[in-house]
C-alpha cells in the first residue's frame, strides 16, 4: 500500500530533472503519473522507468508556452488515467540574466511558460479535483526572490513571484473545494544547473558554499521525497505557504 494509491498526477516538464524525479517519487507511492513535456523521447524514457515500478502512466507532448495546447492535456490525462488529484506545475523556460539583457520577447515567453501556463492548468484542473473530493496543486517557484544579491534574477524571480502569488490566492479561494495549493522552492542538480555548474566552475563552488547543509540537492530524493509528503494526508492541513527545498540557504519572512 502506497501513501498515493489510487491518485493521478500531471506533472510538467517531467522528461527530466525535477519533473521526473517527482514522476518517479509518486509513483513509488501509487500513483498514476501524466508525464507532460515538450520531447517526445525523453517523456517516453520516463514513463519507461514509471512503467518498470508497475505505475501506470501517460506521455502527453505538449509546450505548456501556448495555452491552446493546455485543456488537450488536461482532456488526455482524464481519459488515460481517470481524472485529475495532483497538478505539479513545474516546466520552466526563464533563464538568469541581467536586466539590461532581458528582451520583451524572452520575457513574455517566460510568462507563457509561467504564471500563465500555471492559471489556465490550475483552471483546468480544478473541476476535475473538486468532482473527485479535492487535490493538491504544487507550483515550483525560487528561492532567488529572496537573495541576497538579486543580480542576473530580475526577470527569473519576478515570472516565479507572480506564480506564488497565485499559489497564495488558489489556495485561499479552493479550500472549501478540498483544493490545497503550496509553493516549493527548490534547489536540485537539473540538466540545466549541470551545464551552468561545468562551464562556471568558480561560480558553482561559491554557490554550493552558500548552502548549509553544503551540497545542491536530488531531484527525487531530496525534493520529489519531500513533495510526497506535501501531497499526501500527513500535509492536509498545510496549504498557501512556500515551503524552500534548497539546503537552508534563503530566508523567508
Known amino acids: 500500500m502506497g501513501k498515493l494509491d489510487g491518485k493521478v498526477a500531471l506533472i510538467t ?23 507532460v513535456g515538450r520531447t517526445e523521447s525523453k517523456l517516453n524514457d520516463t514513463c519507461a522507468m514509471l512503467t518498470e515500478l508497475g505505475a501506470r502512466s501517460a506521455a502527453i507532448t505538449c509546450n505548456v508556452g501556448n495555452t491552446d495546447e493546455l485543456p488537450g492535456a488536461v482532456e488526455r490525462t482524464v481519459e488515460a488515467l481517470g481524472g485529475v488529484d495532483i497538478l505539479v506545475n513545474n516546466a520552466n523556460d526563464c533563464k538568469p540574466g541581467p536586466v539590461l539583457s532581458i528582451t520583451e520577447d524572452a520575457y513574455r515567453q517566460s510568462f507563457a511558460t509561467g504564471p500563465l501556463a500555471t492559471l489556465r492548468l490550475m483552471q483546468l484542473c ?7 473530493g479535492g487535490g493538491v496543486i504544487i507550483n515550483m517557484v525560487t528561492s532567488a526572490a529572496v537573495r541576497w544579491d538579486a543580480s542576473n534574477y530580475g526577470a527569473y524571480a519576478s515570472i516565479k513571484e507572480a506564480m506564488r502569488a497565485l499559489t497564495r490566492s488558489a489556495a485561499c479561494e ?13 534547489h536540485a542538480m537539473t540538466p540545466a544547473l549541470q551545464w551552468w555548474a561545468e562551464r562556471n566552475p568558480e561560480e558553482a563552488e561559491e554557490f554550493v558554499a552558500s548552502i548549509p547543509l553544503g551540497r545542491v540537492g536530488d531531484p527525487e530524493a531530496d525534493i520529489a521525497r519531500a513533495i510526497v509528503f506535501l501531497v499526501g494526508d500527513d500535509a492536509g492541513y498545510l496549504t498557501g505557504a512556500t515551503i524552500p527545498l534548497d539546503g537552508g540557504q534563503s530566508r523567508w519572512g
Do not use: F, S
Open 13 to 35: 516538464g517531467a522528461g527530466q530533472g525535477i519533473g521526473r524525479g517527482t514522476a518517479l517519487a509518486l509513483a513509488k507511492e501509487g500513483a498514476a503519473v501524466a508525464v
Open 174 to 186: 479552493w479550500g472549501r473545494d478540498g483544493i490545497r495549493a503550496l509553493a516549493v522552492a527548490p
Open 126 to 132: 480544478h473541476p476535475h479535483m473538486k468532482a473527485r
